[in-house]
């Protein structure tokens, strides 16, 4: 089978995460948590004296996206490296602005680089459509795993877990998920993320809609018929 590219869209709390983490278990895919890697880079303490990654940690922090040239550069290396290694790869609400998606002049946005590792016709556009109020209640209940950063959704069920039940590392709230903050991440996504879907659209992409209010297996379950593959 050809290796493929799937980009996974929808607003903050939609699943994004929780489907291609299980797109990655079940069919060999790499996960690449575009928002997990750059913060590892902002908040490596070697890179902390540099100017550049200061400010970045800055705008990571308070909820605004991060420089779209400095993520194109970061994210557009690290893809070529997995595209390059012979692995089908899926991204997760990445790319978030329409530079990072499409590029400027001679710069080559992640979509086109994806079109050249890949091939357009191995490449997907999903979108996970979830009402704003849902999006909002499951990200005030998130909690991630302080060492496997697993994410976590308290209900009635879970409300007691303290650690993770996977590797036992202690439950955090991450400071993107904060009420402030996330407002400032809905509205980002609004306004420099969902424009690329209009964009997509009318370069002739096939945007695959899945209904994000239904339980992550279920909404997995969905997404498998649709891909098909």
């Not at 690290?78 to 990445?94: C, D, L, N």
């Not at 329409?98 to 890949?118: D, Q, T």
């Amino acid at each position: 089978m050809a290796k493929k590219a799937v980009i996974i869209y929808g607003p903050p709390g939609s699943g994004k995460g929780t489907q291609a983490n299980l797109l990655a278990w079940t069919k060999s895919f790499i996960h690449f948590d575009t928002g997990k890697y750059l913060e590892s880079v902002v908040r490596d303490p070697e890179l902390q004296n540099k100017p550049e990654i200061k400010e970045q940690r800055q705008l990571f922090d308070s909820g605004r996206l991060l420089d779209p040239p400095f993520v194109l550069k970061v994210v557009s290396e690290k893809t070529k490296q997995i595209a390059k290694s012979g692995y089908s790869i899926v991204f997760s609400g990445s790319p978030r602005t329409m530079f990072e998606a499409f590029g400027e002049g001679k710069e080559k946005g992640l979509v086109r680089i994806l079109e050249m590792e890949y091939g357009r016709e191995n490449l997907y556009f999903i979108f996970i459509d979830i009402p704003p109020e849902e999006a909002i209640g499951r990200n005030k209940t998130r909690r991630v795993c302080s060492v496997c950063h697993l994410g976590i959704l308290y209900s009635d069920e879970t409300h007691n877990h303290k650690t993770c039940p996977i590797c036992g590392g202690n439950l955090r709230i991450r400071t993107v998920d904060n009420p402030e903050v996330l407002s400032t991440r809905i509205e980002e996504y609004e306004k420099r993320t969902a424009p690329i879907l209009a964009e997509l659209k009318s370069r002739n992409y096939l945007i695959i809609k899945i209904n994000g209010k239904l339980a992550p297996h279920k909404v997995f379950e969905e997404l498998e018929k649709k891909l098909n593959f």
